[in-house]
C-alpha cells in the first residue's frame, strides 16, 4: 500500500502521512467494539454473494468471549450442510468447510474469556488455530463447497443455535493465513487491503464490511454493539462543534487533551506531547443524505479511540482507529456517514 503525501487544508484531514509501523504484540482482546449476542434471535445477515464462498484457498478468523448451553452453537456459516460453518460445541472449536461430510474438532475455547480462532485450508489441510497456536490439522485434498444461502454471524442457516456473549474482528480470506501471520494479526484490526482478504466485520457500531461491500444487518431483537466505557473524567467542548461534546483516548492509555491552537469547525487533541496534536474531529454536515458525518484523522501512530456525544439527544457513537499493524503504513482517518441525524 502506497503513502499518501500530507498536503495541509483547512481540514488537516483525509490525506495521510507516511508513518514507519512496527510489529505489535498479541492483545489480550480485540481493539476497538463488538457485537453482542443474547443467545435467542439476534445476529448478523450478509446477502448471499459467491465470493463468500472461498474455494482456493480459505481462512476464517474471529475474536470470541462466548458462552454455549453445552450444545453446538454457531460463530459464522453459509448453510453447514451444504458449504463452510464456524462453530463452537461446548468448549471446543468444531468446523465443516465440505458440507456436514466432514467434522473437525480441534482447539478449546474457554467460555467468557476473548478467543482469537481461525480456521484454514490450504489445498491439502485444514488447521485450526487458538490465540495463534495450532491445535489440530485434518487432511482435506478436496476445496470447501459452497452455498447460495445468505451469509450469518452468529448464526447459519442451516444451524440456527446463537451463542450468548460477544464476537469481534470477523475476518473472511481467499487464501490460507500461514500461522506467522494469524499470529501478526492478533497485533490489531486489519483496516487495509491485504492480498486475499475479502471482507472485514469490525462491529464499531454497525455490521457494515470495512474493506469491501459485504455490508450486514442486524436481524431479531437481542444482538447489539457494545464498546469500551470512556476514560474517567471531564468531556472536551468547542465552540466551533456546538451540540456535541468528546473524549479522546490515545496508545490504550493516555486521555487527550483539548488543544486550543486549531483550525475551525474542528477539534485538536494531544496526546504524549503536550501542544501537538495528534486526533482532529470534525462534524460536518448535514451532508446530502441528510446526516451529520463524524470525521476522525489522526496523526499518530498508536491506537486512538474517540467518543462523540450529541448532547440534544444523548447518543454517543465510538469510533477506534487501529495502531501498529504489519504491513501496514498509512495512518488511519474515517467518515461516519450516517453518524447523527441533525
Known amino acids: 500500500m502506497k503513502s499518501k503525501n500530507l498536503r495541509a487544508t483547512g481540514l488537516l484531514m483525509l490525506v495521510l502521512t507516511l508513518s514507519a509501523v512496527l510489529p505489535g504484540t498479541a492483545a489480550a482482546q480485540p481493539f ?14 450478509v446477502p448471499a454473494n459467491a465470493v ?46 465440505r458440507g456436514s461430510t466432514v467434522l473437525f474438532d480441534s482447539g ?62 470477523v475476518n473472511l480470506w481467499n487464501v ?3 500461522q506467522a501471520q494469524i499470529q501478526e494479526d492478533l497485533a490489531g484490526p486489519i483496516t487495509g487491503p491485504v492480498q486475499g482478504l475479502l471482507a472485514v466485520w469490525s462491529f464499531n457500531g454497525n ?3 470495512g474493506v469491501a461491500v459485504y455490508n450486514g444487518s442486524v436481524q431479531g431483537t437481542d444482538a447489539t454493539f457494545g464498546a469500551p466505557a470512556p476514560p474517567a473524567g471531564g468531556w472536551l467542548t468547542t465552540g466551533q462543534l456546538p451540540g456535541f461534546r468528546f473524549k479522546v483516548r ?7 487533551v483539548q488543544e486550543s491552537d486549531c483550525v475551525g469547525e474542528t477539534l485538536c487533541v494531544s496526546g504524549a506531547v503536550p501542544g501537538r496534536s495528534e486526533v482532529f474531529v470534525r462534524i460536518v454536515g448535514p451532508r446530502p443524505n441528510g446526516f451529520l458525518w ?49
Open 32 to 45: 476497538g467494539g463488538w457485537l453482542e449476542l443474547g443467545g435467542t434471535d439476534g445476529y448478523i445477515e
Open 52 to 97: 463468500l464462498n472461498p474455494t482456493t484457498g480459505f481462512t476464517f478468523e474471529a475474536w470470541l468471549k462466548v458462552n454455549t448451553d453445552g450444545g453446538c452453537d454457531s460463530i459464522a456459516g453459509k448453510g453447514w450442510t451444504q458449504a463452510w460453518w464456524i462453530g463452537v460445541c461446548g468448549t471446543t472449536l468444531r468446523t465443516y468447510l
Open 108 to 169: 478449546t475455547v474457554l467460555p467468557g474469556v476473548w478467543t482469537h480462532v481461525a480456521v484454514t485450508w490450504d489445498g491439502a489441510n485444514r488447521r485450526h488455530y487458538i490465540n495463534g497456536l495450532l491445535t489440530g490439522t485434518l487432511a482435506q485434498p478436496l476445496p470447501p463447497t459452497t452455498s447460495t444461502s445468505v451469509f450469518r454471524i452468529g448464526s447459519d442457516v442451516s444451524w440456527s443455535p446463537i451463542p450468548t456473549g460477544s464476537i469481534d474482528e
Open 176 to 178: 490460507a493465513r500461514t
Open 207 to 209: 455490521a457494515r464490511d
Open 250 to 256: 490515545i496508545g490504550g492509555a493516555i486521555t487527550g
Open 294 to 342: 463524524p470525521n476522525v484523522v489522526k496523526f499518530t501512530t498508536s491506537q486512538v479511540e474517540v467518543w462523540i456525544e450529541q448532547l440534544g439527544t444523548g447518543e454517543v457513537k465510538y469510533y477506534p482507529l487501529a495502531g501498529p499493524w504489519p504491513g501496514l503504513d498509512d495512518l488511519q482517518g474515517l467518515y461516519d456517514r450516517t453518524g447523527f441525524v441533525p
